[in-house]
């Protein structure tokens, strides 16, 4: 399960100790609501039926695709629905691809997502190796669906925009400066994302 409120509040205390922005940022959007997610296949399936759609089509394809072959959190019945099934909920064949890679992975136990690697990036490692899982992927389910505290999603778009907001730069930084500036909010990095999260949507909302 990812990071619950006492665990984020917690954290965001500590950055606060290290980074006093975050204190005026607090200030201005409150604390952020935990964000977690099950451990599992389907926490995984949603990711990929995710990808490059809006929440609102993600969602609509999912319940169409468990109304027509069951429970997803299986990857059995992923592995014994037949393409013009999948296709019918509205996947693609690039998803439908990654959708039977990950069952198949998960179901033939080469993907233990009861087991991952303690060690962060030996975890994004394995989940990476997935067809169809890239790192932002990983790194989303390790913090909500694991709660591990020090992942960094440096290379998401509205991470780099909120640091570079909240720390007051004039431009977004880049990836690569996007993580050499948490080395110091370690091991709280989590937290420091899922607020960055909560502070661009209610930028957003403000605007």
Known sequence: MGLSAEQLRTAIDALIAIEPA?????????????????????????????????????????NKLEGLIGDLNDPDTIMRADDEQLRAAGLSRQKLSYARSLADEVSSGRLDLDRLPQDDEAAIAALIAVKGIGRWSAEVYLLFAEGRGDIWPAGDLAVQIEIGRILGHETRPSEKRTRELAEAWRPHRGAAAIFTWHHYGSEMKVI
């Open 22 to 62: 975050f204190a005026a940022a607090i200030a201005r959007v409150g604390h952020p609501a935990p964000r977690i997610n099950p451990r599992g296949h389907g926490t995984l399936l949603r990711t990929i039926i995710g990808q490059q759609v809006s929440t609102q089509s993600a969602q609509a394809v999912w």
